[in-house]
């Protein structure tokens, strides 16, 4: 799993009914793209996580370049 800064780090709900959690990451903290992230949640929460198999990264917007 590789990730930039801007990405979205999606993990499926572990129970049936339960929504998936998506988080931005605000900043990777392993070599070449590789977990850890830290991340934000929507309510501003902000954690360091290793994802699991059940997570994967959605490309984040990009700016456009000048």
Not at 5 to 16: E, N, P, Q, S, Y
Not at 36 to 47: I, K, L, M, N, S
Request: glycine share 14%; hydrophobic share 25%.
């Amino acid at each position: 799993m590789r990730a930039k800064r801007g990405d979205r780090l999606v993990t499926h709900g572990r129970v049936v009914g339960q929504e998936d959690s998506s988080a931005e990451i605000v900043e990777v903290l392993g070599a070449q793209g590789e977990p850890p992230y830290r991340v934000r949640y929507q309510d501003g929460h902000e954690a360091v996580t290793s994802p699991g198999p059940d997570s994967y990264v959605r490309g984040g917007k990009r700016r456009p370049r000048r």
